[in-house]
């Protein structure tokens, strides 16, 4: 399975100014998280999606690990969003 890359991870951090992107936490990100989870399935259908910006949310341990995760968009949105991925290819 694939983590995301170094820099993908920090402009994403930076443009949550390093916080948990979490409603009303403030802790400063530790964490990356797939909105959606990175599984081999998904992989199979949203592969480039899987590991773009728009996936990826910085989260603090405690909301990563403890409290309720971002709800990850529905499949057909994921399915325009991967088709527009290919077209830039």
């Known amino acids: 399975m694939n983590a995301f ?41 949203w592969r480039l999606y899987l590991q773009s910006p728009m996936n990826l949310r910085p989260l603090c341990y405690d909301c990563h690990h403890n409290k309720p995760l971002p709800k990850k968009p529905n499949a057909m949105l994921l399915d325009i969003y991967e088709r527009w991925l290919e077209s830039l290819k």
Do not use: W, Y
């Open 5 to 45: 890359r170094q820099e993908i991870k920090s402009a994403v951090k930076s443009a949550f100014a390093g916080r948990c992107s979490n409603d009303n936490c403030l802790n400063m990100a530790t964490e990356a998280h797939h909105a959606v989870p990175n599984t081999k399935a998904n992989q199979s259908r």
